[in-house]
């Protein structure tokens, strides 16, 4: 037997292990990097995040992954050649991060990388007949295990399209072992790119946990914000959104979307909410020369408008609501107080009140995901929310 499977079974057998969560989103704004003790699991499992640091994306290498993201004609060898490259950048950024943490590689038992999603083809987008559903995540993780010396678990999405879902929203599994509470009815919403939440119902019943995209999160400010102020990559504060007045035309014919009148639960990416999405609705209501205050003010209460829609539409009014939002759009002011305002009956928190840093908090859930890889039992989540009962993940090894 190879020497090295005695450490990796040692792994396996650990009642605490030290896992290194990856995340790189739809923003594209760099690599999340949490490290994370976790012990137990299952509904056993503790995490405490020992550090995290998001690394920025160099411009250069921001527009490489852009040339190749979420774009039909996207040049195949680049494809190819990004694979390896994201790959080996994440791994330098992880030996970066542990080096300044003081820590060894030898000191971490897995990594868990999300790897950057390029692709994300549901059936219900990409329509084409006969195809199934489709999403795809490169950075291999061959090449972060080999660069790190650590055991790397990627590709935890396409385990889940095997097994009837559409590769998304991966947070459930996480967020049921992590955050439910007996006694409160939780969403935990992440506004990241795109904005999803889960719901965890106050019995603690994994029959009724479910879990959804709902729209763009923070993608089409992004987008809009880049495509008109050179070197601005996001709307810091709203700084520009609050100069502006919402379109109501234009808000009118941004909520006319087949995906935003489809039945939760449903997945989503810029694939849909991009450029051309705004361009067709400002054609649609003629308001192609508002200033770029007012799209922006528009976009925001947009963003809001379909998050607060998709979760009145899945909670009767008295039903006493406690949402913890994470990710990048709640530090965004204006959507924040826009969402308080559409939910006026729901208390808002954030993942901090849970202890776990809220800008952390998808690369600790894949941290999650990883041990559960290693260790886990599968949850019955019944049939609500296309929650596949499942462990994910391929074992990349170093040796
Ligand atoms: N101070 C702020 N004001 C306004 N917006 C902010 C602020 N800080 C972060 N954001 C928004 O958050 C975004 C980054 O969010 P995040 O890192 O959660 O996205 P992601 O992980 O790439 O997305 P996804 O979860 O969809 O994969 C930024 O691009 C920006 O739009
Ligand atoms: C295909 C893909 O990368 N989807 C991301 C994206 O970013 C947010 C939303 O769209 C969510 O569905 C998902 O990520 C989180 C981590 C998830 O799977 O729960």
Redesign the pocket.
Known sequence: MNANWGKFFHTIEKKERLIIGL???????GL?IALCSVSGSSSATKVRVKNFK?VPYSNVFKAEVKAIFSRKDANLEKVCLMNEKIGSIHAEMILEAIKLWGIKPEDVDVIASHGQTIFHAPATLHQLPDYPNGTLQIGDGDHIAVKTGIVTICDFRQKHIAAGGEGAPLAVYGDFLLFSEKGEDRVML?????ANFTYLPADNDAQKVFSTDVGP???L??QFVQSRYQGI??????AIAKEGVVSMELLNELMHSEFLDAELPKTTGPELFNLNYLIAAQDRSKTNNLSNEDVMATLCSFTSKVIVNAISKCFSDDQKLSIYMS???M???LLVKLLKNGLPDASFYTTNDLHINP?AK?AVLFAVLANETLNGSTVNFGNRGAVPSICMGKICLPF
């Open positions: 995340m790189s989103g739809t923003s594209l704004d999340d998001t992440n506004i990241g790119g795109i999160g923070n993608t400010m992004d990559y996001f709307d810091e504060n709203a990710g990048g759009g530090h965004n002011p800008d998808e």
